[in-house]
Nanobody, 126 residues
Framework: QVELVESGGGLVQAGGSLRLSCGAPGRTSGPFSMGWFRQAPGKEREFVVA???????YYSDSVKGRFTISRDNAKNTVYLQMNSLKPEDTAVYYCAATFRRLITSRVRIAGDYDYWGQGTQVTISS
């Protein structure tokens, strides 16, 4: 079992920035694929961004150019820098991870991730 620990959510005004982090403490090797999904009230969970230890970053169209994922493999931690935030970015953000080698077409599929963080609330005021 892998525990994912998230931090960094909060309340900011539109146009502001937040940085989320997600770590897998105690692991000697990190998950192959890690990513972020989000779920707004009354909506389904949606893909935001993902990265693989072999390289590659994958963004949803709604956040491309505003969000940046980065990964520290030595710390088994991923970071999500969110800039130019909009009210529609308001959601609970979930970190996800799997040790399976997801192919490119699968990194956006929530069901392909085996481990999930507890979620962190991000609220953007207009």
């Amino acid at each position: 079992q892998v525990e994912l620990v998230e931090s960094g959510g909060g309340l900011v005004q539109a146009g502001g920035s937040l940085r989320l982090s997600c770590g897998a403490p105690g692991r000697t090797s990190g998950p192959f694929s890690m990513g972020w999904f989000r779920q707004a009230p009354g909506k389904e969970r949606e893909f935001v961004v993902a990265t693989r230890s072999s390289g590659g970053e994958y963004y949803s169209d709604s956040v491309k150019g505003r969000f940046t994922i980065s990964r520290d493999n030595a710390k088994n931690t991923v970071y999500l820098q969110m800039n130019s935030l909009k009210p529609e970015d308001t959601a609970v953000y979930y970190c996800a991870a799997t040790f399976r080698r997801l192919i490119t077409s699968r990194v956006r599929i929530a069901g392909d991730y085996d481990y999930w963080g507890q979620g962190t609330q991000v609220t953007i005021s207009s």
